[in-house]
């Protein structure tokens, strides 16, 4: 065992075993009902139903409008408290919230103009009230628009999308109309019409707007539309939140959530295990120490619940040649197709990842309806060594007298340096990968960048062979890296994403028409055309998808997160 590990490890069964000395498995207190006072079985019916969830960082705003210091779109109680038009599940899949259905072509809610521009339509759910019982119209998603469109306000997320919205009208109390400049698919997000109580918040907006930012009725104040409504906030430490009897979808199954501050991921187990937290959420523990916990609690009830994350570790190859290590090495296709079947995934995301993580053959992950849609006609890679030392023999390259492959005819030795970005895991992957290829008979030497260097896109775009990262955003942000109009380059300061000068022209024309495609079934072909293209040509090398495994004590159902921490079904959360 690695000593970095062991420590991590030996560390975690510390703290743990000194606070469970005085618990169960399940962390309750063992006290047989015939010995409570009054009688344990009617003073347990009777008590609150109580979730505790421990969380990595503090809460600060529910503001994602003005550009608020510490806006935040990551955290559970933002959809605790709060409800929106529209949400993304753990698939990243939208779904209605508070509006009755998506905007869409086939209801005539979504129509593209002739000009280019174009309308959506949300229509609103009736009877739902603000958690003060005002009721909830149109006009508070039109205070939502008009402060996420100010130009003297900066929204803290989907910028670019919100720039899009051109105008909006509010017909009828139960109707929203969004007039667009440009055609995106990204208005079924609902960006920048986070409802706001005009109620409460329009005259502070209207006479002193600068007043909004950082005010208490965003935070500690905030009414919400959500199933559970701010009860107590004690900043930095905990947020309380109790039930909301007239949530319009019926009565959430808590009394009260109580979400705990702890920023050590070892202390948010260890009082899981003390039974002083029911859940604690991601990042928590190494995925070697989650199997341990996992296999300690076998038989108890207790659960560790991997969540399939949208981070995709993959390899990038280096694309220009004027940088490339190597003139015939992963610049030519057969190669790259070489040094990704001699790589065993399934071997390496058990090995790095105890089991937890699966296998990617693209960046959809195997939750997405997408993939499920298009699955036969993704180009499959298997682990298959003679294949891939086939593929190189076929490419020019044949073992030198001491075992290096040499490339003919023109004696090139295939000598390289594969960059590791610093992310968890990587160091793992890297040294698995680098033994790989060196079975292959491929000099590689591993580089492991510092920080100042893995987030410098100049330098990011000068790695000489390939770098392994990961990707952090969504299928869509991982396609766009792959654009030629994002490469990274002197002319545009190197701000582009596309740090290996991956170009393809007709991966940018699926993707380009992906940007204007709303039609369910024109996109599914798109992705389906994109995916043969860019994989068949082997743009990206897919490892695996990450995983954030989420601790939770006998009992507790239906927690789960999104890939970025919101409670997306906050409604259905409980525990026995």
């Known amino acids: ?278 859940v604690a959420l991601p990042p928590t523990v190494d995925l070697e120490t989650a199997q341990e916990i996992r296999q300690r609690w076998e038989g108890t009830g207790n659960q560790v619940v991997p969540q399939v994350t949208n981070r995709l570790r993959w390899i990038r190859p280096q694309f220009r040649p004027d940088t490339a290590q190597l003139k015939s090495g992963l610049t030519l296709r057969p190669v790259r197709q070489a040094f990704l079947q001699a790589i065993n995934r399934e071997e390496l995301a058990t090995t790095v990842s105890a089991g937890f993580a699966p296998v990617a053959d693209s960046w959809f992950r195997s939750t997405d309806p997408v993939h499920a849609q298009i699955e036969a006609s993704i180009p499959q890679y298997p682990f298959d060594r003679a294949r891939a030392q086939q593929l190189l023999e076929q490419a020019g390259w044949a073992r030198g007298s001491d075992g290096v492959l040499v490339h003919q005819p023109d004696g090139e030795r295939f000598t390289a340096r594969f960059s590791i970005r610093p992310t968890t895991g990587a160091d793992k992957d890297g040294a698995i990968i680098g033994d790989a290829w060196k079975s292959l008979g491929a000099d590689i030497s591993l580089y492991f960048m510092p920080p100042e260097e893995a987030d410098d896109r100049h330098v990011l775009s000068l790695q000489p062979f390939a770098q392994l990262s990961s990707n952090p955003g969504d299928n869509f942000t991982a396609v766009a890296l792959i654009h030629s109009g994002s490469i990274a380059s002197e002319a545009n300061r190197w701000s582009g994403q596309n740090n290996q000068g991956y170009s393809n022209p007709q991966v940018d024309s699926f993707i380009d028409r992906l940007l204007l495609t709303i039609d369910p079934t024109e996109r599914v072909a798109l992705h389906r055309q994109l995916a043969q293209e860019a994989l068949g040509d082997l743009a990206v090398l897919p490892l695996y998808f990450q995983t954030d495994p989420v601790f939770m004590l006998k009992g507790v159902r239906n927690v789960s997160t999104t890939t970025s921490g919101a409670a997306w079904d906050a409604f259905h959360w409980d525990k026995a």
């Open 1 to 278: 065992m690695a000593r970095g590990r062991t420590a991590t490890v030996v560390g975690v069964w510390l703290v743990l075993n000194t606070m469970l000395s005085a618990c169960t498995t399940t962390g309750t207190a063992s006290i047989p009902a015939s010995q409570a006072p009054g009688g344990a079985v009617e003073q347990r019916s009777a008590s609150p139903k109580v979730l505790t969830v421990g969380v990595s960082k503090a809460f600060t705003t529910f503001d994602r409008l003005t550009g608020a210091a510490g806006g935040q779109s990551d955290a559970p109680v933002l959809t605790l408290v709060h409800d929106y038009l529209a949400f993304p599940d753990a698939a990243a899949v939208m779904h209605p919230g508070l509006a009755t259905a998506l905007p869409s072509v086939d209801d005539g809610t979504w129509r593209i103009n002739a000009d280019g521009t174009m309308d959506t339509t949300w229509k609103l759910r009736p009877n739902v009230h603000w958690q003060d019982g005002m009721p909830f119209t149109s006009a508070d998603v039109m205070l939502a628009f008009r402060m996420a469109t100010d130009r003297d306000f900066s929204p803290t997320s989907n910028a670019g999308v919100i720039k899009l919205m051109d105008s909006a009208t509010a017909p009828d109390p139960l109707t929203f109309v969004v007039h667009w400049s440009k055609t995106t698919p990204d208005a079924v997000l609902a960006a920048g019409l986070d409802p706001m109580p005009k109620h409460l918040l329009e005259d502070t907006y209207t006479n002193n707007k600068q007043a909004l930012i950082n005010n208490a009725l965003l935070s500690s104040g905030f009414v919400g539309l959500g199933p559970y409504r701010l009860a107590r906030w004690d900043p930095g430490v905990e947020i309380q939140m109790d039930r909301y009897d007239d949530f319009y979808l019926g009565r959430p199954p808590l009394d009260s959530i109580i979400l705990r501050v702890i920023s050590d991921g070892n202390t948010r187990i260890a009082n899981v295990l003390a039974g002083t937290l029911d």
